[in-house]
């Protein structure tokens, strides 16, 4: 089973998202990730917003794509998450909006310009 929508981060919006399912096989298939597709010139970190909690995931450089493992304790049948972009040397922060993330899913950030 495949679902998917898109994330792209405006100048100052986290905006939709991108999942998908993996084919149950090893340990690694229930591993959920984000994986970050980064346009932008300015490096980024990224992290996770639930509720007033923020984890932090990690950084990516500019001009590149990096996957993050989301830590197993967040993510409880279907949770709800958002994620932040916190440029290093800017001063947006875009906050996409929340949305159902399930063990397994790999969600897909895009940064743009």
């Given amino acids: 089973m495949r679902r998917s929508t898109s994330i792209l ?20 298939d229930y591993k959920t990730s984000v994986r970050v597709e980064n346009r932008n010139f300015l490096d980024m970190k ?5 509720g007033a909690e923020r984890i932090r995931l990690g950084t990516v450089t500019g001009n590149s794509t990096q996957v993050f493992t989301i830590p197993e304790g967040l993510i409880f049948g279907s949770s709800l998450l ?4 916190d440029p290093i040397g800017g001063t947006a922060t875009p906050i996409s ?3 159902s993330v399930r063990q397994g899913e790999i ?3 895009i940064i743009t310009n």
């Fill in 82 to 85: 958002r994620f932040l972009a």
């Fill in 97 to 99: 909006q929340e949305i």
């Fill in 46 to 50: 990224i992290y996770i917003l639930r």
């Fill in 107 to 109: 969600v897909e950030l």
């Fill in 9 to 28: 981060i405006s100048a100052l919006l986290l905006c939709a998202c991108a999942t998908s399912s993996r084919q149950a096989g090893n340990q690694e």
